[in-house]
């Protein structure tokens, strides 16, 4: 057995240990792993601080800069998340079918643990305890690989949850980390099938890309985000430019952010001005078609690559359409799965588009920025699934949990 081999059957056996725990057991542990992290904040920034300059000499753009790095509020804030998780209802035992056959036979299908779920991330340390709370919440042990960049942060905030499942007797390898973040074991983690039952990949199209070609573990693929904004004919002008602001420049280095803008024809030369004096505060490089160029002569011309790039920068890109049919076909075009949304007054058209689109979230008069576990009401996410099988939309606890059939008789025969 080789020591990945060994951290999956470590996991196994700390699963197998994770089902006794009662709610309210697994409620308290994850309260006091919050309590840890906050305590061991300056053991966690210290380490952070390596990685974020490291991260800086390697010349990575800032708003992956700003991915990785770490702060008290953060730290408290990723806290924060363990307690919420702790709060929500467990879905574990709930009754999703229930039939009794007219032999007697009471057949139900409940929710219940994968087992080890095995998580592949890449700069954002938050995730490591995100996935550890979602999992545990479910009672499912987890195994982690975080990106080269972030592995004294992930490291750091690793050491601190299994110090406090420790403290409250409970198997420290419910959670482990992979200090090796070479590809070559990254690959072999893909293929531990015997040990792990689920795989999540969180991070650009490269690794899902790299996680789904090459795993034998069934894999819920979380997608990259090339979410667009519509804004229709007949759309408030000054609610587009807000709406467009935001998605974009809240946060660049999300999934959720808005990386193109599709404008129609007819209120083009009224929206495309008053969007862009918006973008200018924050210094937002627009790539435009010929049509939008026309009326901005600002924008750069936009090419084919730009329509289908997930920037995570302060760069959009424009395309003009003439109808509500067109922006449908452009987004399913380019698309990633992710979130669009459609700014407009008219219900039909609004209708249209959400039902047209291909995306695991679609907003009518709302920024794609609240396509997020806590923003849906599910506490901390372990991502946006942008498949359409077991889960899709931000994975909250249901996403973790699998059903088992259990059936219940006095000597029935068939």
């Not at 059957?9 to 994770?18: Q, R």
């Not at 090796?180 to 490269?206: C, Q």
């Not at 660049?252 to 001005?273: F, Q, R, T």
């Amino acid at each position: 057995m080789n020591a990945l081999e060994k951290i999956g059957a470590d996991a196994k056996v700390a699963a197998a240990t994770l089902g006794k725990l009662k709610k309210n057991e697994i409620d308290g542990i994850l309260r006091d792993a919050a309590k840890e992290l906050v305590r061991s904040a300056a053991e966690i920034l210290a380490a952070n601080a390596a990685d974020v300059a490291n991260a800086e000499k390697r010349g990575v753009k800032a708003s992956l800069v700003d991915r990785l790095k770490l702060s008290e509020k953060r730290i408290e804030d990723i806290a924060e998340g363990l307690r919420q998780v702790a709060e929500l209802p467990s879905p574990l035992g709930e009754i999703v079918y229930s039939y009794k056959k007219e032999n007697g036979l009471k057949i139900e299908e409940k929710r219940v643990p994968f087992g080890v779920i095995g998580i592949i991330f890449e700069s954002r340390p938050n995730v490591a305890a995100d996935a550890f709370a979602l999992c545990f919440k479910t009672a499912n042990a987890v195994i982690l690989r975080g990106g080269s960049d972030a592995i004294s942060s992930n490291t750091a905030i690793v050491n601190a949850l299994r110090r406090a499942l420790k403290k409250n007797g409970v198997d420290e390898n419910a959670v482990q980390l992979l200090q090796d973040t070479s590809r070559e074991t990254a690959r072999e983690f893909m293929r531990l099938n015997r040990y792990v039952d689920l795989l999540i990949p969180r991070g650009g199209a490269g690794l899902i890309k790299t996680v789904t070609e090459n795993s034998t573990v069934p894999v819920i693929e979380t997608g990259t985000g090339n979410c667009h904004v519509y804004i229709d004919e007949s759309a408030d002008v000054e609610m587009a430019a807000n709406i467009v602001f935001n998605a974009k420049t809240q946060r660049y280095g999300v999934c959720n952010a808005c990386e193109s803008l599709i404008v129609h024809e007819k209120i083009a030369d009224k929206a495309l001005p008053a969007i862009y004096a918006r973008l200018k505060e924050k210094n937002v490089e627009v790539r435009g078609d010929e049509f939008s160029r026309a009326i901005c002569g600002e924008f750069l011309p936009a090419t084919e690559e730009d329509f289908g790039t997930e920037y995570l920068d302060a760069i959009l890109s424009v395309k003009t359409v003439k109808n509500v049919d067109e922006a449908i076909a452009h987004v399913n075009k380019y698309n990633t799965g992710h979130s669009e949304a459609i700014v407009t007054e008219s219900a039909e058209n609004a209708e249209k588009f959400m039902n047209g689109v291909d995306a695991a979230a679609v907003y009518w008069n709302a920024s794609t920025r609240f396509t997020d576990g806590f923003e849906f009401g599910l506490g901390a996410e372990i991502g946006i699934s942008t498949q359409k099988l077991h889960a899709r939309g931000p994975m909250g606890l249901k996403a973790l949990t699998t059903t088992k059939f259990y059936c219940t008789g006095n000597g029935q025969t068939r």
